[in-house]
């Protein structure tokens, strides 16, 4: 990283990405979303280290297609897209496990192509996790996490000298509402430089079973994923939300193009959050809104990009387009 990144702290071969914008604690996330009915929580809380082993497990379903479809399309056209991009650095939001990013580094080695990789993402256990088994698989990779909320702005993800190639992959671009997910690809356009790179996953409309099951998985583990949130809450907030007492509830929203996941009281309940001093009453029925999950036409997918100024150099699709892969450049 530019050494003149003075708004980034370094500690434990780790870069703390400094936030640029407002953004709220998990406190004010509650009480601005949870205290009163319709009650909501942003989905960036999932991920404590359960929640991101338990998201990587969802990926192994039958019913979760997306990883799979991805990650076939990477193996495929990973060559392509590294030699179209030619990254001297690699910034993946989201990067979780980085399970799809090997085919990226795999080309970018079999291209003779040495670059660093800055896996950005919340869940800092699995951000060292990565590092070390990337750094012992590729003798010739540096990684450098960034820990870090992408939500919180990206004014201070400062840029390496040298191409950037921008990862955001998964979909995880879905669970931003259309309007943040404009926002937030400008903000990381306006990060790039000209020649830089920005690959994006996009999940794809398509038959309302297929998303059904791929949220409703057989083994429920996306339920035990779901109720997990309520683990974070009780022990970030001190709270008492007995897990029993909710069930997952996960549907397709056609007007709204949308997954919507909530988590459904059984009973009518009292939930004291003792952090925070406050108490929640739940009705029998009553939901809270988990997660949205946005689903993409071919055009909008596109849209995503080109609407933040950015030119497109490759769309990827299978044959059932059921996911798009898009490469798109800064002039
Ligand atoms: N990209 C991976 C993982 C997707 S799961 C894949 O495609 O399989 C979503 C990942 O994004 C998790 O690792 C989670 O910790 C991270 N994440 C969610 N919200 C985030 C935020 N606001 N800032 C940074 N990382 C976030
Ligand atoms: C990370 N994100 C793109 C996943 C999705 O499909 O929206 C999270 C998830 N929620 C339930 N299953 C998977």
């Known amino acids: 990283m530019d050494g003149s990144a003075v708004s980034e702290v370094e500690k434990?071969?780790?870069?703390?990405?400094?936030?640029s914008k407002e953004s709220n604690t998990l406190e004010q996330d509650v009480k601005q979303g949870m205290l009163t009915s319709p009650r909501s929580i942003p989905p960036k809380?999932?991920?404590?280290?359960?929640?991101?082993?338990?998201?990587?497990?969802?990926?192994?379903?039958?019913?979760?297609?997306?990883?799979?479809?991805?990650s076939e399309l990477l193996n495929e056209y990973a060559l392509e897209l590294v030699a179209a991009a030619r990254p001297e650095h690699i910034i993946e939001f989201g990067s979780g496990t980085s399970r799809k990013t090997h085919h990226l580094l795999q080309a970018c080695e079999q291209q003779g192509i040495s670059c660093e990789y800055f896996p950005f993402d919340v869940c800092e256990e699995m951000l060292h996790q990565v590092r070390d088994d990337f750094m012992q698989h590729y003798q010739w990779l540096d990684v450098k996490p960034l820990v870090g909320d992408y939500t919180a702005g990206l004014e201070h993800l400062h840029r390496p000298n040298g191409t950037c190639m921008y990862v955001f992959l998964g979909s995880s671009i879905g669970n931003f509402s259309k309007q943040e997910a404009k926002e937030f690809i400008a903000e990381v356009a306006n990060c790039m430089c000209s020649g830089d790179t920005l690959l994006l996953g996009v999940d794809r409309v398509k038959q309302e079973e297929v998303l059904h099951q791929a949220y409703n998985d057989k083994q429920g583990i996306t339920g035990e994923f779901n109720l997990n949130l309520l683990n974070v809450l009780n022990s970030r907030l001190d709270a008492n939300f007995d897990l029993d007492k909710f069930k997952h509830k996960a549907v397709y929203n056609p007007d709204k193009?949308?997954?919507?996941?909530?988590?459904?009281?059984?009973?009518?309940?009292?939930?004291?959050?003792?952090?925070?001093?406050?108490r929640i009453e739940l009705d029998d029925g009553e939901k809270i809104l988990t997660e949205v999950s946005h689903k993409y036409s071919h055009k909008q997918a596109e849209a995503l990009l080109t609407d933040a100024g950015l030119h497109i150099l490759r769309h990827i699709e299978p044959e059932n387009a059921w996911f798009s892969l898009v490469l798109a450049s800064k002039r």
């Open 12 to 19: 434990n071969d780790c870069i703390y990405v400094v936030q």
């Open 257 to 278: 193009q949308r997954v919507e996941m909530y988590l459904v009281s059984q009973k009518g309940q009292q939930i004291d959050l003792d952090t925070l001093g406050e």
């Open 45 to 70: 809380y999932f991920y404590d280290e359960r929640g991101s082993l338990l998201f990587d497990q969802i990926c192994e379903t039958d019913e979760y297609y997306p990883t799979r479809t991805e």
